[in-house]
């Protein structure tokens, strides 16, 4: 089935719900058994449904069998935020006195629970180049667990060669965990690439409306038991009404990322043609380092990228630009409806690698609205620019 059929149709249930096609909103503390026999029988930390509002309910099981379908995977788990999901995941793998390699340009979060959380409970993190491809055997320890990627980078959109990776990391059975917020399950097949684990921040695309917080977590069943059983451990399960949010999101979003991805690529390509712009990150442009991976890995592309403003302009032209944009709010957060734009400061937080550009480094979030307004507020944005200098 095509994903946007899948979008369409997936966990409609009329029958159970006098003909509703929305499965409806359950919030739920407690969930009740019939008889004391299947109260009795239930292995609470092990069930793989519903028996209290902290483990699931009908509103989460619908949107993990959504999300699990458009990403080909047996088991998608749902948790109360991105970096939660991530969290879990690490947890479940990973114990005292091991080892995880992560990429130089993770998302800023992730870096923070590796260097304060997963440090505190003896777990030693190395970061690598995301440039590096099959050179990432040579970092391989014997207690090396955790392969953590996520292609394009966050804030400077390095591709990984993450079939490379992966076929390394196998060799060693380790486990490679992949944030693929950025491709969304539509533009990039995880398991077909080798990832075991991919996890998004549904907060982004997923919903795509910026008014929740969530992520989620996937896996073939192979590894679905383990996950679970960290999962309900720590308790990080969304609120019914975030599900059912989540999950009304979702069904657009097909239509939504298609149009993103052209209009993205629109605003790129004009700033690829401007003098104030030295270069463009986006992977779908030929300009771009790594192009040919994201043309081999993805079938599309998000409407978040960077650019890389020419060296030299003064801080309060900067601010001049910025704060004047009419359509480009300045805020954290992507893949909602609303355009963005912030600064970024990669040199302050890489450590394997150099980040060696001197200009102010711009990341934009292309939203719903209409591409020639976006282009004309840019372009009174760097009038602005230029006129402080
Ligand atoms: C936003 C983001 C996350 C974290 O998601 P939250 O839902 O905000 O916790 C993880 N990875 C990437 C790449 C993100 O951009």
Redesign the pocket.
């Known amino acids: 089935m095509n994903n946007e059929t899948i979008l369409a149709t997936i966990s409609c249930s009329p029958e159970k719900h006098r003909g509703v096609v929305s499965v409806p909103v359950y919030r739920a503390s407690t969930i009740l058994f019939p008889t004391l026999a299947e109260f009795e029988a239930a292995d609470i930390g092990a069930c793989d449904y519903a028996v209290y509002g902290r483990y699931g309910t009908p509103t989460s099981e619908a949107l993990e069998e959504a999300i699990a379908a458009i990403e080909n995977a047996d088991n998608s788990i749902v948790v109360s935020?991105?970096?939660?999901a991530?969290a879990v995941a690490f947890l479940t793998f990973l114990n005292s006195g091991d080892h995880v390699l992560v990429a130089d340009s993770v998302?800023g979060?992730?870096r923070r629970f590796c260097d304060y959380e997963l440090k505190r409970f003896g777990v030693e993190t190395t970061y690598y180049d995301p440039c590096i491809g099959a050179g990432i055997e040579d970092l391989i320890r014997p207690n090396t667990k955790v392969i953590f990627l996520?292609s394009p980078g966050?804030l400077t959109f390095e591709m990984q060669d993450i079939p490379a990776i992966a076929n390394a990391a196998h060799k060693h059975d380790i486990v490679v965990i992949a944030?693929n917020?950025?491709a969304t399950p539509l533009f990039m097949k995880a398991f077909d690439l080798g990832i075991d684990i991919p996890?998004h921040?549904?907060?982004?695309y997923m919903s795509g409306h910026s008014d929740i917080?969530?992520?989620v977590i996937s896996c073939k069943s192979v590894h679905y038991k383990k996950l679970l059983h960290t999962f309900r451990n720590i308790g990080a399960r969304p609120s019914g009404d975030d599900c059912y949010l989540a999950l009304r999101g979702m069904r657009t979003m097909a239509v939504r990322v298609k149009h993103q991805y052209e209009a993205g690529l629109k605003v790129a390509n004009w700033l690829a043609n401007r003098p104030e712009v030295a270069e463009v990150l986006h992977p779908a442009l030929q300009s771009c380092a790594g192009h040919d991976i994201w043309k081999r890995d993805c079938t599309g592309a998000t409407s978040l990228f960077s650019i890389v403003l020419k060296n030299g302009y003064s801080h309060a032209a900067l601010s001049a630009m910025l704060d004047g944009l009419e359509y480009f709010g300045m805020g954290?957060?992507?893949g909602g409806f609303e355009s963005l734009i912030i600064t970024c400061t990669p040199q302050k937080i890489r450590t394997a690698t150099k980040w060696t550009r001197e200009g102010y480094l711009l990341r934009i979030h292309v939203g719903l609205e209409n591409t020639d307004d976006l282009i004309a507020d840019l372009e009174k944005g760097f009038a602005r620019l230029k006129a402080v200098g």
């Open positions: 935020s991105g970096i939660g991530i998302y979060p992730t996520e966050s944030d917020t950025w996890i921040s549904v907060t982004k917080v969530m992520g954290y957060s992507w």
